[in-house]
């Protein structure tokens, strides 16, 4: 009995020895569990949401990811684009002092292009970023070129017209530089000997005037006559050179203007300050000889008219002024037949005057329509195509697809 006591003992205090370290430890995972419930609670949620990785933990429910598609993409990134050109514009057209306006602006233009490439393949980013996107500020920015005087919001037609007031205005603001003592070389030369012999052809002709006025034979007047004649030619020469460098140097502007311009309207101007420039700026090379012989014609009949007209007008006017001391040119030729010859040769001027706008006209339309004409096919390649074709189409339920054919018709 003793023994079977002893054997009860000895069971007991294992019994208790093994069992007091998992109440104690049951005990204190019970007083930390009432002490911080919230966070036990997060680290269910954290293992949860570890354990599921690949799902969306939302009231306890696992749900799938919503994954988009490569059109929705596209779509998105197609709306980011707009969006960057439209405040690429309105940032453009800033003042130069509203320097915060701008900075905001292009803020938001870098977060949209970020935007855009992180939703985007790399290569597909890369295409649809605009070049203009990735400029400085100061590079986009309207700025002074060279001073307050220039700028890089003048037109061609301001460029050229300055350019006629004060000649090599365009390639200053080119900064062809090395073309302006070029320019005034060449026409400030022919008009300084232009104007020379037109001061000796007004000499000789007073001198002329006056032998003719007192009676002087023919045999007298002919060498002061032709020394007259001659210098008026070199006057004319040597003035129609500098005129013809001028038009050249304002044809050089118009061809060399820093703006993207459709070749209709190069053509255009370049023909209106130089006529015939137009036509070798379409290629029409052979045309070229046509509008300066009748250019040329036309200012030759006019200058012969002109003289003429002078001539007959002091032959006319020393006949009928009463005066038996002046004796005209022409001292055998009836009053009336000196008046009808003088309003001939004025009425030949004239007309040639209108000649000349006329063949200037048409040289200037010529110019003009060839230049639409280079673009247009007038060849008799007829073609009719007909292929399926795939549209897409965005509705509140996503994208749809839309099949249908794509006629086309060249003529």
Same mark, same amino acid.
């Given at each position: 009995?003793? &023994?079977?006591?002893?054997?009860? +003992?000895?069971?007991?205090?294992? *019994?208790?020895? $093994? !069992?007091?370290?998992?109440? #104690?430890?049951?005990?204190?995972?019970?007083?930390?569990?009432k002490s911080e419930p919230?966070?036990?609670?997060?680290?269910?949620?954290?293992?949860?949401?570890?354990?599921?990785?690949?799902?969306?933990?939302?009231?306890?429910?696992?749900?799938?990811?919503?994954?988009?598609?490569?059109?929705?993409?596209?779509?998105?990134?197609?709306?980011?684009?707009?969006?960057?050109?439209?405040?690429?514009?309105?940032?453009?057209?800033?003042?130069?002092?509203?320097?915060?306006?701008?900075?905001?602006?292009?803020?938001?233009?870098?977060?949209?292009?970020?935007?855009?490439?992180?939703?985007?393949p790399k290569s597909t980013?890369?295409?649809?970023?605009?070049?203009?996107?990735?400029?400085?500020?100061?590079?986009?920015?309207?700025?002074? &070129?060279?001073?307050?005087?220039? +700028?890089?919001?003048?037109?061609? *037609?301001?460029? $050229? !017209?300055?350019?006629?007031? #004060?000649?090599?205005?365009?390639?200053?603001?080119?900064?062809?530089?090395?073309?302006?003592?070029?320019?005034?070389?060449?026409?400030?030369?022919?008009?300084?000997?232009?104007?020379?012999?037109?001061?000796?052809?007004?000499?000789?002709?007073?001198?002329?005037?006056?032998?003719?006025?007192?009676?002087?034979?023919?045999?007298?007047?002919?060498?002061?006559?032709?020394?007259?004649?001659?210098?008026?030619?070199?006057?004319?020469?040597?003035?129609?050179?500098?005129?013809?460098?001028?038009?050249?140097?304002?044809?050089?502007?118009?061809?060399?203007?820093?703006?993207?311009?459709?070749?209709?309207?190069?053509?255009?101007?370049?023909?209106?300050?130089?006529?015939?420039?137009?036509?070798?700026?379409?290629?029409?090379?052979?045309?070229?000889?046509?509008?300066?012989?009748?250019?040329?014609?036309?200012?030759?009949?006019?200058?012969?008219?002109?003289?003429?007209?002078?001539?007959?007008?002091?032959?006319?006017?020393?006949?009928?002024?009463?005066?038996?001391?002046?004796?005209?040119?022409?001292?055998?030729?009836?009053?009336?037949?000196?008046?009808?010859?003088?309003?001939?040769?004025?009425?030949?001027?004239?007309?040639?005057?209108?000649?000349?706008?006329?063949?200037?006209?048409?040289?200037?339309?010529?110019?003009?329509?060839?230049?639409?004409?280079?673009?247009?096919?007038?060849?008799?390649?007829?073609?009719?195509?007909?292929?399926?074709?795939?549209?897409?189409?965005?509705?509140?339920?996503?994208?749809?697809?839309?099949?249908?054919?794509?006629?086309?018709?060249?003529?």
């Amino acid at each position: 009995m003793h &023994r079977l006591r002893s054997i009860l +003992r000895a069971i007991m205090m294992v *019994t208790l020895v $093994t !069992l007091l370290p998992l109440t #104690l430890l049951a005990q204190t995972n019970s007083s930390a569990e009432k002490s911080e419930p919230k966070k036990k609670k997060k680290k269910e949620v954290v293992a949860i949401a570890d354990f599921t990785r690949s799902f969306t933990v939302k009231g306890g429910e696992r749900l799938m990811p919503i994954v988009r598609t490569a059109e929705q993409d596209s779509l998105e990134a197609a709306k980011l684009s707009h969006l960057i050109d439209s405040l690429i514009v309105a940032r453009e057209s800033i003042p130069l002092e509203d320097s915060t306006a701008t900075s905001l602006l292009q803020t938001r233009i870098d977060s949209l292009t970020q935007r855009r490439s992180a939703i985007l393949p790399k290569s597909t980013a890369d295409t649809l970023t605009s070049s203009i996107d990735t400029l400085p500020i100061a590079d986009t920015v309207k700025k002074e &070129r060279y001073n307050w005087l220039f +700028r890089d919001s003048l037109s061609l *037609t301001t460029t $050229t !017209l300055a350019s006629v007031v #004060l000649p090599g205005f365009a390639q200053l603001y080119e900064e062809n530089y090395w073309k302006i003592p070029l320019e005034y070389a060449m026409v400030g030369l022919p008009l300084w000997g232009g104007l020379h012999h037109n001061k000796l052809y007004r000499g000789y002709k007073a001198e002329f005037d006056k032998l003719a006025a007192s009676g002087a034979s023919q045999q007298e007047r002919t060498p002061v006559q032709t020394k007259m004649l001659n210098h008026k030619s070199y006057s004319t020469l040597f003035i129609g050179t500098a005129v013809a460098s001028f038009m050249g140097f304002l044809a050089d502007g118009v061809a060399n203007f820093p703006s993207d311009m459709s070749d209709i309207q190069k053509a255009t101007t370049l023909s209106l300050v130089c006529p015939g420039a137009g036509q070798i700026y379409n290629g029409s090379y052979w045309k070229v000889p046509i509008v300066v012989v009748g250019l040329a014609s036309m200012a030759y009949v006019i200058d012969w008219n002109q003289r003429g007209y002078v001539r007959f007008k002091t032959a006319y006017d020393l006949a009928t002024d009463d005066d038996d001391a002046t004796i005209s040119e022409f001292p055998n030729t009836p009053e009336e037949s000196l008046r009808s010859i003088k309003n001939s040769y004025r009425r030949n001027r004239d007309l040639a005057i209108i000649g000349t706008v006329a063949v200037y006209l048409v040289q200037v339309a010529d110019a003009h329509i060839d230049a639409h004409m280079q673009a247009y096919d007038i060849s008799d390649n007829l073609s009719m195509k007909i292929e399926p074709q795939i549209t897409q189409s965005v509705t509140p339920d996503g994208i749809s697809n839309n099949f249908g054919f794509n006629f086309t018709l060249n003529f």
